[in-house]
C-alpha cells in the first residue's frame, strides 16, 4: 500500500499527503476511552447523493461534516450551503478526497462518488485509518468486494454500506418474523424495481466543463475521453463506470431478499433482457429480469426496467413460504398473509435512513467495527448478486457458482469479469 501511495500525486502536495497517510495508518482512529457521545469528524466525497448524506450526518448529535469534496468545483460550493442550512459548521469544499484522508482530525470517509470510485476509496480510507461509510453499490466488480473485506480486516477499521433499510425497525421487526418462522419455510423471493429514464443519447467527445477535474473523476477507470452523455450520471449506464440498474437501485431490493432467505452465494444466475427502448449508446439493460438459485431449493428473483414507472405490484420484496407470505415495503414496514392470502398483521415504518448513519457512528464511539448492520462483509454479498446477474446478462449464458464464495465455476470467459483493468496509480491493493 505504501509503494501505491508513492506514486500518487496529490497537486503539489505528494510528499505531505504521504507522510500525513503514514501516520494516520499506524495511529489510526479509537474512541474506545471516550464517552459514547464523542465527537466524530467526517469528510463526504461525491456531491450528488453525498450532498443528501453530508446534510444527514450534519444532523446526527456529536457529528461534524468537516470536508464536503467533489470534482466539480461547482458542485462542491453549492453543497456548503446545504449542511449550513442543516445546522452544521461551514465545512471545507475541496476537489481532491485524499485531503480528507491526509486530515488527522478526520475519523471516517463517505464514498458517494460513482460506483468505480467505491471499492478504490474505501481502501485508501482504511489504510489511512478512516472508518467508511460507502454508498452501495459497495463494489464496481467482484474482486473489489473481496478487497474490500481485506482492508476492513486488516485496518480494523468500521466500513458500513448504505443499505439503510437494514437499520429500518419495521424491516428488521418484519425480517424477524421470516426468521422466526411465521410463515413456515421460506423458499421465494421476489423483487421489483421500476422507473423512467430518459435517452443516454450517442457518445460523441466534447470539451471538458472548466470547473470538472475529469481525470481525477475519471480515477481508477482506464481513460476514456470526455462526453457529455456520461457525466454527472448517466455513467450508470456504462460498464466502464456504472453496474446498471441492476446495481444501482436492485442492490437494494437484493439485500433484503437475501437476509429474508438466510442465504449467502447462488448456486446457479441467469439474466434475461437487454436495452430494448431507446437506440442509443447505453450498455446496461432497461428491461430485465434475474433469477438467483441458491443451496436448499430457494430462490431469488428481481425484475427492472427502466424505461415504464408502470408497476402494478406495490411490495419492494415479497417473500414465499410454506404456511402464507410476507412483503416488504420501499419506505419501510411490512404486510404478513396467510396461506389463503389474507392480512394477518401490518406493520409501518420508514427507510432506516438516519437509524443507519447512527449505526455507523455508534460503532465508531465503541471501537466495534463489526457491529455494524451492513457491515461490509454482508454488503460484499449482497453486491455480488447484482454482479452475477450482470456477467450473466453480459456473458448471455447460466452460471454455476461456488456456494461458498459466489465464484464462477466452469466459465472462464466469465471470470474475467470477476475483476477489471485499471489506471496504473490508481490501481486497489491491500
Not at 426496467?305 to 417473500?319: E, K
Request: proline share 4%; net charge negative; charged share 20%.
Amino acid at each position: 500500500m505504501a509503494d501505491a501511495l508513492n506514486r500518487r500525486s496529490f497537486l503539489n502536495q505528494s510528499a505531505l499527503t504521504g507522510a500525513a497517510i503514514g501516520v494516520a495508518a499506524s495511529t489510526g482512529t479509537s474512541f474506545a476511552a471516550n464517552a459514547a457521545s464523542a465527537k466524530v469528524v467526517v469528510g463526504v466525497m461525491g456531491m450528488s447523493r453525498g450532498r443528501s448524506l453530508a446534510q444527514s450526518f450534519t444532523k446526527q448529535s456529536g457529528c461534524e461534516v468537516k470536508y464536503v469534496c467533489d470534482v466539480d468545483k461547482t458542485r462542491a460550493e453549492a453543497a456548503v450551503g446545504a449542511v449550513e442550512k442543516a445546522g452544521g459548521p461551514t465545512p471545507q469544499a475541496i476537489g481532491d478526497f485524499r485531503q480528507i484522508l491526509d486530515d488527522n482530525e478526520v475519523d471516517a470517509l463517505v464514498c458517494a462518488a460513482p460506483n468505480h470510485w467505491h471499492a478504490p476509496a474505501t481502501i485508501l480510507a482504511c489504510a489511512a485509518g478512516k472508518h467508511v461509510y460507502v454508498e452501495k453499490p459497495c463494489s464496481h466488480n467482484p474482486r473489489e468486494g473481496e478487497m474490500m473485506i481485506e482492508a476492513a480486516r486488516k485496518h480494523n477499521r468500521a466500513v458500513q454500506m448504505g443499505t439503510q433499510r437494514r437499520s429500518s425497525d419495521g424491516i428488521i421487526e418484519g425480517i424477524a418474523k421470516l426468521h422466526e418462522g411465521a410463515i413456515g419455510r421460506v423458499y421465494c423471493a421476489r423483487s421489483w424495481y421500476a422507473s423512467a429514464r430518459g435517452e443516454t443519447g450517442k457518445t460523441i467527445p466534447a470539451e471538458v466543463p472548466a470547473q470538472l477535474n475529469y481525470d481525477l473523476w475519471q480515477g481508477p477507470a482506464p481513460r476514456i475521453p470526455y462526453a457529455e452523455n456520461r457525466v454527472p450520471y448517466k455513467w450508470h449506464w456504462f460498464w466502464h463506470w456504472g453496474n446498471g440498474e441492476l446495481g444501482n437501485n436492485g442492490v437494494h431490493a437484493l439485500d433484503l431478499c437475501r437476509w429474508g432467505l438466510g442465504v449467502d452465494y447462488p448456486i446457479r444466475v441467469t439474466s434475461t433482457g437487454g436495452r430494448y427502448v431507446f437506440n442509443d449508446d447505453q450498455q446496461t439493460p432497461d428491461t430485465s429480469s434475474v433469477a438467483l438459485e441458491f443451496d436448499n431449493k430457494q430462490l431469488i428473483t428481481w425484475d427492472g426496467l427502466s424505461c415504464n414507472r408502470h408497476n402494478n405490484v406495490d411490495d419492494f420484496a415479497t417473500f414465499y413460504g410454506e404456511n402464507g407470505a410476507l412483503s416488504i415495503k420501499s419506505g419501510g414496514g411490512y404486510i404478513q398473509y396467510d396461506n389463503k392470502d389474507k392480512v394477518v398483521k401490518e406493520v409501518g415504518g420508514n427507510r432506516g435512513d438516519n437509524e443507519h448513519i447512527l449505526n455507523f457512528l455508534t460503532a465508531i464511539r465503541n471501537d466495534t467495527p463489526l457491529a455494524l448492520n451492513a457491515e461490509i462483509e454482508e454488503g460484499h454479498k449482497s453486491t455480488l448478486l447484482c454482479h452475477l446477474g450482470n456477467i450473466a446478462q453480459r456473458t448471455g449464458r447460466a452460471m454455476t457458482c461456488r456456494n461458498n464464495d459466489g465464484h464462477i465455476v466452469g466459465d472462464d470467459k466469465a471470470m474475467e469479469l470477476w475483476s477489471r483493468d485499471y489506471d496504473p496509480q490508481w490501481e486497489p491493493k491491500v
